[in-house]
């Protein structure tokens, strides 16, 4: 019978978390999918907070990356913008804004990641991700959210066996409390 | 509840399964009745089923009550969703003191498209838990969907952080889809989740055959 099965569960226990490890996936599911609720230390109180990064296999080449997503929340009124959009420019894609500390301690967000067909080595590899901010407690519009789908391009063909997400920033970890879930689908 | 039977052997003792071995030999009645009361082993990683309620004609409102508090995130699925007529569909959450009615206590943010207009893309936010720029259902004659994930609901330090994806159709084609979220700005383990109309007059009472699931997976936190 098709089922989800759980590779991985984790929550931050320490206060100088900034890398997030899923080592030794086995090859063994049809699809990969992540969830996450997340929140970073940090003294940004900005709304839209920090940024949770990933990539995959420890790859960190310039032109391996390519990423886009929009965002949309109650803070910045309007229509649904445009964010962070690059194409094979950088050696990280950006998975998700998070909250902060600084923001609100009990606001946090949701983060959804699908990886389909993570082990075909004839085709390029991308993920979709979507994710909500929890309320902040600052600015004008307080208690609004973020939406901000994000589309990968991993321009590479090598199977996934190891997702890192990480912190923007040597001095931002990533909150106790923050959890994560790794689960592969089994056809 | 009424028992599917006993096991084990007519002269051992009765087996009881923990939540990492069930020793013994085991009738498949025997193995679905444990399972339905969450005291069987099984691999954590599917979407286990807590409740599923289906629409009567005659409700507006289903509440889910006493759930668990030992999974890591929860799933609500509303299918084939159709009602009297058209208006929001409200979600309210119980974080231990009873269902919070208070809208202003809530907030969405969405986007959504209608397939009969081209063009920018409408949005919505404010203080309310009504998770669409459009009503959800929008009427009797279409049957609609909508998924709403919660993740790690049981920590009593965090707000409920709903996001939404949910697809409402009309008679003449046009689809209404929206992404988004709703939160609840109390923090609080979520034991109860209310889903309600805005109106609840009996013009906008749940019509068959909508049926409202709830799932959890994973371990808490």
Known sequence: MADWEIIEESVITGSTTFDISFTSIPSTYLHLELTASVQINSTQTTFGGNTMYMNWNGDTTGNHHGYTGWTRSHYYDGAPSNNSAYSGTTNYAEAAFCNTTACSATSWTNVWILIPNYTNTSTLKSAICRSLQGPTSSGTNAHTGIVNPRIFSGNQTSAISQINLFSDGSTRPFAVNTSFMLAGFKG | ?221
């Open chain 2, 1 to 221: 509840m009424v028992g599917y039977g006993e096991n084990g052997s007519v002269i051992g003792p009765q087996n009881l399964p923990t939540s990492s071995v069930a020793s013994g030999v085991w009738s498949l009645g025997e193995v679905a009745e444990a399972q339905r009361d969450e005291i069987w082993p099984n691999p954590i990683g599917d979407w286990d089923i807590i409740g599923t309620q289906i629409a009567d004609d005659s409700t507006a409102t289903y509440d889910f009550t006493s759930i668990p508090q030992n999974f890591r995130d929860l799933r609500l699925v509303i299918s084939a969703a159709r009602a009297a007529g058209a208006s929001a569909t409200y979600l309210y959450m119980d974080i231990g003191s009873g269902f919070d009615t208070t809208n202003g206590n809530y907030a969405q943010t969405t986007v959504s498209n209608n397939g009969a207009a081209n063009g920018a893309m409408r949005v919505s936010a404010s203080d309310v838990p009504w998770p669409s720029n459009y009503d959800f259902p929008r009427d009797a004659t279409q049957s609609n969907s909508a998924i709403f994930d919660i993740f790690d609901y049981s920590t009593s330090s965090k707000h409920s952080n709903i996001m939404v994806v949910s697809s409402a159709s009309v008679n003449n084609g046009s689809v209404y889809t929206t992404t988004g979220g709703v939160q609840h700005k109390v923090a609080g383990a979520i034991v109860g989740i209310r889903v309600t109309k805005s109106v609840t007059s009996s013009v906008y009472h749940w019509k068959q055959p909508t049926t409202f699931t709830l799932f959890g997976r994973g371990s808490a936190v």
